[in-house]
């Protein structure tokens, strides 16, 4: 079950590897909600029940827009029978054809890195994202979550981003660079949206750590020596900040992974290996997510790398506030932080392998 917090809603999972929610279904419902509009920031989409459920929304009137990642539509290399349908990511094309088919606008590829986002502008009340990606592994095989929020500020920060990237202005094209978005009450806990590479979220999350007063738990899907967070959370681990956390072991084990910048910092690691040593196990650790002082949570797309900060468009969520002195707007945040910190925890109780 998810933890929902007056108009905040997060969900952990997916459920078929043990975590609390299904979040293929989580996706559909929000979309089965709209009224009137939606509009959808993707990288993948290859789940055929969710491409349904898009398409049943522009049957029903509603109107929809679409911008996703090239990458997966465009062959490698030049096909031989280029009218024969085969050839990896066809799923993707499939489904691609019947939303076209379905007389829905759909955008690609502006951005020449990587178009990394994952969110959906419901009605503009509503905006769900996270880490989730609209695939079979993404919403099934992959650990990931979903953030819902239901409020008008909110979807209307998310909406300015959203036409900005119908203009192609992000990454490399960005011509120019927009002021933070606002920070918004929702439900009395502060809710911080931030768009890279405009708002440099790096610094953000650098920015969080060092008001740690307590610990930093985290579970990341791919963290680069390039990123200044691992240096930062070194510096807490320095100061008696207790700093541990989960890495997928395939990008841990990388290079240009920050893992040994980590480890010699005393940082307590767990690593996730990619499944085959249990069932039911998950193919990835996806998440990007992190906790502080078990109250302020960051949630969204944005991996812990120097191309998602700098080139990649991303999104991330603060979700609550270290300096607050509300109890009321403490104590909902703190419930929030702890449904997050539950499923980490047993992310590294069922699967991390110790560092």
Same mark, same amino acid.
Not at 124 to 140: K, M, R, V, W
Not at 144 to 173: C, M, P, R, S, W
């Given at each position: ?66 911008? @996703?990642?090239?990458?997966? @539509? ?8 280029? =009218? ?9 094309? #499939? @489904? ?11 955008? $690609? ?9 994952? =969110? ?5 009340? $509503? ?6 990606? /609209? ?15 239901? &409020? ?17 202005? =992000?990454? %490399?094209?960005?011509?120019?660079? &927009? ?39 985290? $579970? ?14 070194? /510096? ?10 989960? @890495? ?27 499944? *085959?040593?249990? %069932? ?19 949630? *969204?797309?944005?991996?812990?790398? *120097? ?20 109890? &009321? $707007? ?24 110790? #560092?």
């Amino acid at each position: 079950m998810p933890i929902k917090i007056g108009n905040i809603e997060f969900y952990m999972g997916p459920d078929n590897v043990n975590g609390p929610d299904n979040l293929q279904k989580t996706i559909i419902n929000f979309i089965e909600g709209a009224t009137d509009r939606l509009d959808i920031a993707i990288q993948e989409l290859d789940n055929r029940e969710i491409a349904k459920a898009i398409i049943k929304a522009k049957q029903n009137g509603i109107k929809v827009r679409i911008v @996703l990642e090239a990458d997966y @539509l465009l062959a490698k290399s030049i096909s031989s029978e280029p =009218f024969t349908a085969k050839g990896p990511h066809e799923r993707n094309r #499939e @489904l691609h054809n019947a939303i076209l088919r379905s007389k829905i606008k759909v955008n $690609s590829d502006f951005n020449p890195k990587i178009f990394h986002q994952k =969110f959906i502008i419901r009605d503009n009340s $509503s905006i769900l994202t996270g880490s989730t990606n /609209f695939t079979d592994t993404g919403t099934n095989q992959n650990l990931n979550h979903v953030v819902i929020i239901h &409020d008008k500020e909110i979807a209307k920060i998310y909406t300015k981003e959203y036409k900005e990237i119908q203009q192609g202005h =992000f990454g %490399k094209l960005n011509e120019g660079h &927009d002021p933070k978005p606002n920070e918004i009450m929702v439900s009395n806990v502060r809710v911080k949206p931030l768009f890279a590479p405009d708002h440099n979220p790096e610094m953000e999350i650098m920015k969080q750590i060092a008001k740690a007063k307590k610990r930093v738990d985290f $579970s990341i899907f791919t963290f680069a020596e390039s990123s200044g967070i691992d240096d930062q959370m070194v /510096f807490a681990r320095n100061a008696g900040i207790d700093v541990k956390g989960s @890495l997928y072991k395939s990008a841990a084990n990388q290079k240009w992974s920050a893992k040994e910048t980590l480890r010699n910092g005393n940082v307590e690691i767990f690593l996730v290996p990619k499944s *085959g040593l249990q %069932k039911p196990r998950p193919r990835k650790l996806h998440h990007k997510l992190m906790v502080i002082d078990e109250q302020l949570v960051i949630a *969204g797309s944005f991996n812990y790398t *120097g191309p998602a900060n700098l080139l990649n468009d991303e999104n991330i969520l603060i979700i609550g506030d270290l300096d607050s002195v509300d109890q &009321d $707007s403490i104590n909902k945040q703190k419930k929030i932080a702890e449904f997050a910190l539950t499923e980490m925890n047993r992310i590294i109780d069922e699967y991390g392998v110790k #560092e």
